[in-house]
């Protein structure tokens, strides 16, 4: 199935957003989350991953396996290694050890006895996998448009003037083209974090990575954001998701990963926060839900 990204401006646009009244038509390829399966195309593939730091081992053998249009869901208790195991995906963190494919190339160190056919570079891995950011990592003499069209111009190598009529498209995918001009300092901290997400967007990505979206909000602002996070998930993006947000993660999470001291501890599909059975997931289930 086929889901026009549109949506996403339909759910969130303001109608200052549009004045043309015209619909945005490029489309997005992927199941849509109704059909994501576990037997679809896998996009990330970790084996084995461990990553110390300094004489600290913080990852221990870590796997997951993402497929396309699906939403994979982390959480686990602080210092349990979520974010440093989603920084190896774009290798923002490398690891000592293990594998990091992504569309069946490697990125990683690979597994003793594998063979490897295609291995790529951070630059390469990085036009695949788009990242959202705690503290959103706007530059702040940067408006939200010129935000966006330098991530274009510096990844993509877009002219001027294509990059910022792409960036214009995905601030009105987020709800946001009327603030295209204002600067991150003038915008509150959920639009701020709507105009990374758009940012990762406008690349094109097929992977998503949100390491947790909305812990720097104020609470009331934490909506916004997960709006917008929620009609990204329905138009069939490819989505890894670190969050305390466990209703959220609940509700989006097609495939749902607890880590504890730098292992997946447990991992289940649907229903998992009903079904799962360790003990130390479930204490860690009742402490926060
Ligand atoms: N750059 C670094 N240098 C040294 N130690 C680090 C570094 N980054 C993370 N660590 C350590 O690695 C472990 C895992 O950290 P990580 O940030 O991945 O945890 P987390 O599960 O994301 O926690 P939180 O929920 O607080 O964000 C922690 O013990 C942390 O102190
Ligand atoms: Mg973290």
């Given at each position: 199935m086929k889901v026009h990204h549109a949506d996403i401006t339909t759910a969130m646009r303001t109608p200052a957003d549009s004045p043309s009244g015209q619909e945005p038509s490029s489309e997005v390829n992927g199941a849509s989350s109704g059909d994501a399966g576990r037997e679809s195309r896998l996009?990330?593939?970790l084996k084995g991953i461990r990553k110390s730091f300094g004489s600290v081992e913080v990852l221990h053998g870590v796997d997951l396996e993402v497929h396309a249009g699906e939403h994979v869901v982390i959480f686990g208790p602080s210092g349990s290694g979520k974010s440093t195991l989603l920084r190896t995906i774009n290798l923002?963190?490398?690891?000592?050890?293990?594998s990091v494919r992504v569309l069946g190339v490697e990125y990683g160190p690979g597994v003793p006895g594998e063979r490897v056919e295609k291995r790529g570079g951070p630059l390469q891995l990085r036009r695949h996998v788009g990242m959202v950011f705690q503290q959103f990592n706007l530059f702040p003499h940067l408006s939200a448009l010129h935000n966006i069209a330098l991530a274009l111009r510096s990844v993509r190598g877009l002219g001027r003037r294509a990059a910022e009529e792409k960036a214009a498209h995905s601030l009105r995918q987020v709800g946001l083209l009327r603030f295209a001009a204002h600067y991150p300092g003038e915008l509150s901290g959920g639009q701020q974090q709507r105009v990374a997400i758009a940012r990762a967007l406008s690349?094109?990505?097929?992977?998503?990575l949100f390491d947790e979206?909305?812990?720097a909000l104020d609470p009331e602002l934490v909506g916004e954001v997960l709006a917008v996070m929620?009609?990204?998930?329905?138009s069939g993006m490819t989505m890894v998701i670190v969050?305390?947000?466990?209703?959220?993660?609940r509700e989006i999470g097609d495939f749902n990963v607890f880590m504890d001291e730098g292992l997946v501890v447990e991992s289940g599909p649907r229903g998992f926060f009903e079904s799962c059975s360790n003990a130390r997931t479930r204490q860690f289930m009742e402490a926060v839900l």
């Open positions: 996009v990330v593939e923002l963190e490398e690891p000592n050890a293990g690349l094109d990505p097929e992977v998503m979206p909305t812990s929620r009609v990204l998930a329905e969050t305390h947000e466990l209703n959220f993660a």
